[in-house]
């Protein structure tokens, strides 16, 4: 079936070299005019693969995902696809727009791209081994089903979009957009953790105190609720309400979930990065690059791809098979020896307009927006 095998090519980016001669895309009747192909749609990423940029990730996911974790990925896809509410495809293409998920892209891709290093640089930077070797195992080993449960309930809260928009700098009235996450670091430091260190610090002993039995979030929601200014909230006010939602939900049964699942994880974090190469990366990352810049210069809308991500993690949360591959793939792209190759073509990725034409297309498979009328 036309229809399936795309959907499954799109949901594993392998169609870029191993589907990409079978572009099959002339319609039985002639398209209206504004009508895009599939080879329109798939344009930008047939000339990455073309250029040989996806041949890594493609060699990943062929390879070394055994059969029944390709078809768990496939079917992932497939069950998110098919657990969207009405209207939400057609809203695909613009997802990726710069008010959309384009406004976390920046933050994203300046993550990953310095993990596996550059050879071309001047000096050569080598990869941070130690901080993959951490990423790899937090991906593989830490996020469980109950992690997933907690997540779509938080993506799924009416007070979660608008703490994002918030941290990435929407209705700001500050000069430029910051992103907000660099001014919580400075109230951190100013409250006693100064520099790299004292924020792996901070971190351990955060992680320390969730995993252990019986953690209460609320001392920590109250002494983050006495450094936020009641006039103007900013970006520490939508910290605290993103934690109030994950924390403590609308009953006790949400505080409890909540519970297990973030001592499993805080655990299952000190036990694979005692040394907190993750949260060492994470500072590098915030105070280092300049996001302002990469920013989008209008506010952000963060709900329709919060939603997208609800029905995710759904899916994520409900099927271990689904998760066992998601989490499997993860775990092999960062891992030092594949994340070399690997990342640097998914930064690739990112980066490009291909994406945009993947969601469109996705859309035009759901909606088929130039199908003649009966």
């Given at each position: 079936m036309r229809v399936g095998r795309w959907l499954a090519c799109a949901a594993i980016w392998a169609w870029a070299s191993g589907c990409g001669a079978e572009y099959d895309s002339a319609p039985p009747d002639p398209?209206?005019?504004?009508?895009?192909?599939?080879?329109?749609?798939?344009?930008?990423?047939?000339?990455?693969?073309?250029?040989?940029?996806?041949?890594?990730?493609?060699?990943?996911?062929?390879?070394?995902?055994?059969?029944?974790?390709q078809k768990a990925f496939v079917q992932l896809v497939l069950s998110v696809a098919d657990a969207l509410p009405a209207g939400t495809a057609e809203k695909l293409p613009q997802l990726l727009a710069p008010e959309g998920i384009g406004a976390i892209l920046p933050f994203i891709v300046a993550l990953l791209e310095t993990l596996p290093g550059d050879p071309s640089a001047h000096p050569p930077l080598p990869p941070q081994v130690a901080e993959l070797t951490a990423f790899s195992a937090v991906a593989q080993k830490c996020l469980t089903g109950e992690l997933f449960v907690l997540g779509a309930r938080v993506f799924r809260d009416p007070r979660t979009a608008p703490a994002v928009d918030a941290l990435l700098g929407a209705g700001s009235s500050s000069a430029g957009q910051v992103l907000s996450l660099g001014n919580?670091?400075?109230?951190?430091?100013?409250?006693?953790?100064?520099?790299?260190?004292?924020?792996?610090?901070?971190?351990a002993n955060l992680a320390t105190a969730l995993s252990l039995p019986g953690f209460d979030g609320r001392p920590l929601l109250v002494t983050l609720d006495h450094l936020v200014d009641a006039e103007k909230p900013g970006a520490l006010g939508a910290l605290r309400d993103l934690l109030v939602v994950a924390l403590l939900g609308n009953k006790p049964a949400d505080e409890d979930q909540a519970r297990r699942a973030l001592q499993a994880f805080a655990g299952c974090l000190l036990r694979l990065d005692p040394d907190q190469r993750i949260a060492g990366h994470l500072y590098d990352v915030l105070v280092t690059i300049d996001l302002q810049k990469r920013m989008p210069a209008g506010p952000v809308q963060s709900e329709p791809f919060?939603?997208?991500?609800?029905?995710?993690?759904d899916v994520l949360a409900t099927q271990p098979a689904a998760t066992d591959a998601w989490t499997q793939l993860l775990g092999l792209v960062l891992r030092p020896d594949v994340a070399v190759e690997a990342l640097p073509?998914?930064?690739?990725?990112?980066?490009?307009?291909?994406?945009?034409?993947?969601?469109?297309?996705?859309?035009?498979?759901?909606?088929?927006?130039?199908k003649p009328k009966s």
């Open positions: 398209p209206r005019s504004h009508c895009k192909t599939i080879d329109e749609r798939l344009a930008p990423l047939a000339k990455i693969a073309e250029a040989g940029k996806t041949q890594h990730i493609a060699h990943v996911i062929r390879t070394r995902l055994d059969p029944a974790s919580v670091l400075n109230s951190l430091q100013q409250s006693g953790a100064q520099g790299r260190k004292g924020f792996q610090t901070l971190v919060l939603t997208l991500l609800a029905y995710s993690t073509e998914l930064v690739d990725l990112l980066k490009s307009d291909a994406l945009t034409g993947v969601f469109g297309l996705l859309g035009d498979l759901v909606t088929q927006p130039c």
